[in-house]
């Protein structure tokens, strides 16, 4: 009879014993996750001042300098790919909602967008590579966009899909009940509706692509010097931050912590905003 | 009579753009698979088959096999799913079913921003902080101090997938029916046997899309590992070996490649990195749609 | 008042439609007055909601969907036009109020236009808002709020001014699905009563559930039964006197 209260015992210490085991085990990653974000902002921080976001950078060995390059860079090149891929990946979502729907073709699409959205990002290079760079005899700036284009693609198609499925049908028939076109509903009743949804998507996709090195590496390429124009190759921030953390230079390194707080920065706002967005749609609802 | 022609032509142009737009992507995809089988075929040519199982990879007399860095991007791809895996499932099940949400939920949206972080700043990261303690580890167990290799590159790969994992296991989780979860507690079971024998069963095939998913980023990513791995194009003998992943020697060589055929042979192995992930994607997928049915 | 003296604005003849296989409505033949309110009474899926969708061709924009006979608006046989000068010419109001979320209340009334692309001159355009509004019964309640959205109004409010953006392109009929089923009762009873009023403006045909409401507010009423047109005549007359056993079953609540 004594066995009982016994077992019942060990059955509570086993399940405390479990429950700090599984709390123990979730919070070890998150330290390095905290690291992470600390060392940047210890390592980074110091470095930063206003000559460093306005100078170019130094010749090889020299210290001082800035990313003024990179950051117009990254700027031009990512919006070089939002202006190829946004509306690319809005009509095709408008597709996948408002024609295609359950049909066989548009199931296909969803998996190619899928398939799309999990090729290696290094393989996205060697395909802008061969497409833009190859063609044109050198590096530049617009082949870098296109393989960034082909990033966001897969990302703005499936939310602009989702987004646009949630807008109700009876605003499309109040529209259609007006005498409105199928396609100006869509343009102007639809896709406003559900605009703030694909913006969103938009900013999480921007997001994405903006820290991307490796399809940079052998398109954009890295230029120490300031150009505008996108037919040359062009410095970006994730560029920098390889070159210089891989180079021998101890001040290079100290400027690869400094452009990582300004990435990290970027990537972050752009995060944090899109789910701000995103959040008020869930409320609007 | 002039304006109703001109809706139903707008319409027919409006539809068919789009469904253009559409088709690009399926365009993009078979695109990319035969840009990457012309760009290689130089490659293809020579070697055959022999290029998976050959380990030689030498520019100097045009020789390329490239069984070290399909070993290098499985060993690293895996060894990172063994480390990252009991922790995600742990922290999964933490934020999915112990903690309250008012402590789980700004957790997740602190997880969801780190894994928005660049694999390039993962990389610097590892490179200043992660080299030097595996370089102390390294000397402990008797092993070269190099600091780099396929160990280093292993455990920055398991803190990147963590937060995939973990997010989609978490989300898993959450799905379990309360009334189940109610059913085992009524019957006078303790939480961690509720967690062991109801949610964890429950959401199995759930958990291991996850994992899938998780797997899929770690074999294609590129940036951390390149930084960390060491970049010896040789077959690796142990864990703390320097090493090349095939996206680490893409990364690597490819502007420097000046023979075709090396060129190719780089290519070439994108091709096979490019099947491999779209192969494991569409198994994670497939394990999601039998969910959704369920 | 009787059928034959008033001039009629629909035809339909032989009208049918189908759901892929599933005949909704069965070989209606019917003539609506022009300037009345006319009601379509029938328990549900007796295929009233069906009809009046044939009447401004929104029912074949369903997957699968389709139609058979005619449709004569005026002599034109409206299965032969373009669906959108159809749509022009005869409006709709439905069950739940539908504003455009993203548009202001100005917009929305306006919006036939704007969403076209016609760009109306300044005065021209105000005249039209503050008319069709003043028609809905809507005007005293917004004039001062034009420019905020649409979504902030009553649910009663939102649907009269759902009723001034049909009525703000000058259709020549307006048709209402259940137009006050998702409303409260005083919001109800202040539709029905712009509804009496606006028959001097438009052609109103009226999808009701509601008995009394088709009473209070109808000059005809067609009943329909399982796809079928039962019964059709003046409302005072079909409510009174019903020649049909299925009318009359209907009406006295038998089956709903």
Same mark, same amino acid.
């Given at each position: 009879m004594n066995t009982y209260p016994a077992r019942e015992n060990w059955r509570r210490i086993k399940n405390q014993i479990a429950v700090i085991i599984i709390i123990l085990l979730a919070l070890i990653p998150t330290l390095p996750l905290f690291f992470i974000l600390a060392n940047i902002i210890h390592e980074g921080l110091r470095s930063i001042n206003l000559d460093f976001f306005l100078h170019l950078p130094a010749p090889p060995g020299e210290t001082g300098g800035g990313i003024s390059n990179a950051l117009v860079g990254t700027f031009i090149i990512v919006g070089i790919a939002v202006i190829i891929g946004v509306p690319i990946s809005i009509l095709a979502g408008i597709?996948?909602?408002?024609?295609?729907?359950?049909?066989? $073709?548009?199931?296909? /699409?969803?998996?190619? &967008?899928?398939?799309?959205? *999990? +090729? =290696?990002?290094?393989?996205?290079?060697?395909?802008?590579?061969?497409?833009?760079?190859?063609?044109?005899?050198?590096?530049?700036?617009?082949?870098?966009?296109?393989?960034?284009?082909?990033?966001?693609?897969?990302?703005?198609?499936?939310?602009?899909?989702?987004?646009?499925? $949630?807008?109700?049908? /009876?605003?499309?028939? &109040?529209?259609?009940?007006? *005498? +409105? =076109?199928?396609?100006?509903?869509?343009?102007?009743?639809?896709?406003?509706t559900g605009m703030v949804g694909v913006t969103t998507g938009i900013l999480i996709a921007v997001a994405r692509i903006a820290g991307e090195t490796a399809p940079l590496l052998f398109t954009a390429f890295g230029n120490q010097f300031m150009t505008l124009n996108p037919m040359e190759p062009m410095n970006a921030l994730p560029l920098v931050i390889f070159n210089y953390a891989t180079s021998p230079y101890e001040d290079w390194w100290r400027q690869a912590w400094a452009t990582a707080v300004v990435l990290t920065f970027m990537v972050l706002l752009l995060n944090i905003l899109s789910r701000i967005l995103a959040k008020r749609i869930a409320g609007e609802k | 009579m002039k304006f109703n022609l001109a809706g139903q032509f707008y319409d027919d142009i409006f539809r068919k753009i789009s469904t253009v737009m559409a088709l690009l992507i399926i365009g993009l995809v078979i695109g990319i698979f035969i840009t990457l089988v012309i760009e290689s075929w130089p490659s293809i040519k020579a070697f055959g088959l022999r290029f998976i199982w050959t380990t030689t990879w030498d520019p100097v007399s045009r020789e390329f096999g490239a069984l070290p860095f399909l070993v290098g991007t499985l060993l690293t791809s895996f060894l990172a799913l063994i480390i990252a895996t009991?922790?995600?499932?742990?922290?999964?099940?933490?934020?999915?079913?112990?903690?309250?949400?008012?402590?789980?939920?700004?957790?997740?949206?602190?997880?969801?921003?780190?894994?928005?972080?660049?694999?390039?700043?993962?990389?610097?990261?590892?490179?200043?902080?992660?080299?030097?303690?595996?370089?102390?580890?390294?000397?402990?167990?008797?092993?070269?101090?190099?600091?780099?290799?396929?160990?280093?590159?292993?455990?920055?790969?398991?803190?990147?997938?963590?937060?995939y994992a973990l997010s989609v296991a978490r989300d898993v989780i959450k799905l379990v029916p309360q009334d189940i979860k109610e059913a085992a507690y009524g019957l006078g079971a303790t939480r961690w046997e509720t967690i062991l024998h109801v949610i964890v069963p429950y959401a199995r095939s759930g958990i291991f899309a996850g994992i899938v998913l998780a797997l899929g980023r770690a074999l294609g990513e590129t940036m951390a590992v390149t930084m960390v791995i060491g970049n010896r194009s040789a077959m690796p003998h142990s864990i703390w070996d320097l090493g090349n992943t095939m996206a680490s020697v893409i990364a690597n060589e490819f502007t420097e490649a000046t023979e075709d055929v090396h060129l190719a042979a780089l290519v070439e192995i994108g091709l096979l990195l490019f099947v491999i992930t779209v192969i494991v994607n569409l198994i994670a997928r497939l394990i999601i749609i039998r969910l959704k049915v369920k | 008042m009787s059928l034959e003296r008033l001039p009629i604005i629909f035809r339909t003849e032989d009208l049918c439609a189908y759901y892929e296989d599933f005949?909704?409505?069965?070989?209606?033949?019917?003539?609506?007055?022009?300037?009345?309110?006319?009601?379509?009474?029938?328990?549900?899926?007796?295929?009233?909601?069906?009809?009046?969708?044939?009447?401004?061709?929104?029912?074949?924009?369903?997957?699968?969907?389709?139609?058979?006979?005619?449709?004569?608006?005026?002599?034109?046989?409206?299965?032969?036009?373009?669906?959108?000068?159809?749509?022009?010419?005869?409006?709709?109001?439905?069950?739940?109020?539908?504003?455009?979320?993203?548009?202001?209340?100005?917009?929305?009334?306006?919006?036939?236009?704007?969403?076209?692309g016609i760009r109306l001159p300044r005065n021209e355009a105000d005249e039209i808002a503050e008319w069709a509004l003043r028609k809905a019964a809507l005007w005293e309640e917004v004039k001062d709020i034009l420019h905020r959205r649409g979504t902030f109004l009553s649910g009663g409010q939102q649907q009269r001014l759902c009723i001034a953006r049909a009525l703000a392109v000058k259709p020549e009929v307006l048709l209402m699905d259940e137009p006050t089923s998702a409303l409260d009762p005083k919001s109800s009873l202040q539709i029905e009563n712009l509804i009496v009023e606006l028959k001097e403006t438009v052609t109103i045909v009226i999808v009701t559930h509601n008995m009394p409401q088709a009473g209070r507010i109808s000059d005809f009423t067609a009943f329909f039964y399982l796809g079928e047109l039962v019964e059709f005549g003046p409302t005072a007359e079909l409510f009174t006197n019903p020649k049909d056993p299925r009318t009359e079953e209907y009406l006295t609540g038998k089956f709903s």
């Open positions: 597709y996948l909602s408002e024609y295609g729907k359950d049909s066989k $073709l548009a199931e296909i /699409i969803r998996i190619s &967008a899928d398939v799309l959205q *999990g +090729v =290696p990002s290094i393989v996205i290079g060697i395909v802008a590579y061969a497409w833009v760079v190859r063609p044109m005899g050198h590096f530049s700036a617009f082949s870098g966009s296109v393989a960034l284009a082909l990033m966001m693609i897969p990302v703005v198609v499936r939310t602009t899909e989702e987004v646009l499925r $949630l807008v109700p049908d /009876i605003l499309r028939e &109040a529209s259609l009940a007006l *005498g +409105v =076109p199928y396609w100006r509903t869509v343009m102007k009743v639809v896709l406003p | 009991p922790f995600a499932l742990a922290g999964a099940i933490f934020l999915g079913e112990i903690a309250p949400p008012r402590l789980a939920n700004p957790i997740s949206f602190i997880m969801e921003l780190l894994a928005g972080i660049p694999s390039v700043i993962y990389g610097l990261w590892a490179l200043f902080y992660l080299v030097p303690i595996v370089r102390w580890l390294e000397i402990k167990f008797g092993a070269p101090p190099f600091g780099l290799g396929m160990f280093t590159a292993s455990l920055v790969l398991a803190i990147m997938i963590l937060p | 005949m909704a409505i069965k070989h209606i033949n019917i003539k609506i007055p022009q300037k009345q309110v006319t009601a379509l009474m029938g328990p549900s899926g007796c295929g009233k909601t069906t009809f009046i969708r044939c009447l401004n061709r929104l029912h074949e924009l369903t997957p699968g969907a389709r139609i058979t006979g005619s449709i004569y608006l005026r002599d034109q046989n409206i299965l032969q036009l373009d669906p959108i000068v159809v749509r022009r010419r005869v409006g709709m109001v439905f069950q739940r109020p539908n504003p455009f979320p993203t548009m202001t209340i100005y917009e929305n009334v306006l919006a036939g236009y704007k969403l076209l």
